[in-house]
């Protein structure tokens, strides 16, 4: 495993769209654990492929009970709102308010390529929201409010 560099805002790769994974190798393996490493070391909750500079639709996620790694995925459903302040590991010194749904559903591939479906609720829906917008190009920024420098 490996730390990788965290893109930060004003890096192009942050606002395109990632591909779907067609399959699961090594690689993609090495990588999840790479992105589990670095959003540990940088104390985060979420990681997309894109901030590490790999256009590819894995996200890695602990909002405190354990890793996951989802790949390719695809939000199902949703319910409810919430407002909390947001920050994010490519923009750091910045946090905002955002709306989100107070539950989601999302499903998505495990590293075995099995489909699963992960149903979060307060954090762990912002953090699926969060990392699922990475993977279209779309940062916190663009839809938060009260954007402050900490």
């Known amino acids: 495993m490996a730390l990788r560099q965290i893109r930060i ?11 779907e994974i067609k399959e699961i ?9 790479d992105m589990i490493e670095t959003m540990k070391s940088a104390n985060g909750v979420g990681l997309a492929g894109p901030q590490v500079g ?15 790694v989802l790949i390719n995925p695809k939000i199902v459903k949703t319910k409810g709102e ?9 923009i750091p010194g910045k946090s905002g308010e955002v709306k989100r749904p107070e539950y989601v559903k999302v499903e998505a591939l495990n590293l075995d390529g099995d489909k699963i479906v992960v149903e979060g609720r307060e954090l762990l829906a912002v ?4 990392e699922t917008d990475h993977l279209k190009g779309r940062l916190f920024i663009d839809i938060a409010e009260n954007i402050v420098q900490d």
């Open 54 to 68: 790999i256009l590819k639709q894995i996200v890695v996620i602990d909002i405190g009970e354990g890793p996951m």
């Open 127 to 130: 953090a699926l929201c969060h």
């Open 25 to 33: 190798t090594e690689n993609v393996k090495v990588l999840a654990a």
């Open 9 to 19: 805002e004003g890096d192009e790769i942050l606002r395109k769209n990632c591909k």
């Open 82 to 90: 919430q407002i909390n302040p947001e920050g994010c590991l490519s």
